[in-house]
Nanobody, 121 residues
Framework: QVQLVESGGGLVQAGGSLRLSCAAS????????MDWYRRAPGKKRELVAS???????DYEDSVSGRFTISRDNAKNTVYLQMNSLKPEDTAVYYC???????????????WGQGTQVTVSS
């Protein structure tokens, strides 16, 4: 079994910062791409940031320059440092990862349970 567990969400004032973490655990052979998504009330889920196993990153336009995605491959953990937060960043944030399980050659998509980020004005 493979699990992704997020932490670090909470309530912050506009202009503040939060750091989200997401740790993958279980029978893991390899973790490939890791992503952060978010879903705001009444809106569709959107991809916020991505990072490959080699460290290549990509960002949604509205967070570029404010958010930084990083990972610790030894810990199978991905982070999202969020600075200069705005009320429109309020959402449930989910991590996702493409993981190859031990004893398998197949890559599968795994998701965390989500963590709430609320930015007050």
């Amino acid at each position: 079994q493979v699990q992704l567990v997020e932490s670090g969400g909470g309530l912050v004032q506009a202009g503040g910062s939060l750091r989200l973490s997401c740790a993958a655990s279980g029978s893991i052979l390899r973790v490939n791409a890791m992503d952060w998504y978010r879903r705001a009330p009444g809106k569709k889920r959107e991809l916020v940031a991505s990072i490959t196993s080699g460290g290549y990153t990509d960002y949604e336009d509205s967070v570029s320059g404010r958010f930084t995605i990083s990972r610790d491959n030894a810990k199978n953990t991905v982070y999202l440092q969020m600075n200069s937060l705005k009320p429109e960043d309020t959402a449930v944030y989910y991590c996702a990862a493409m993981i190859v399980r031990s004893g398998s050659q197949i890559e599968a998509d795994y998701w965390g349970q989500g963590t709430q980020v609320t930015v007050s004005s």
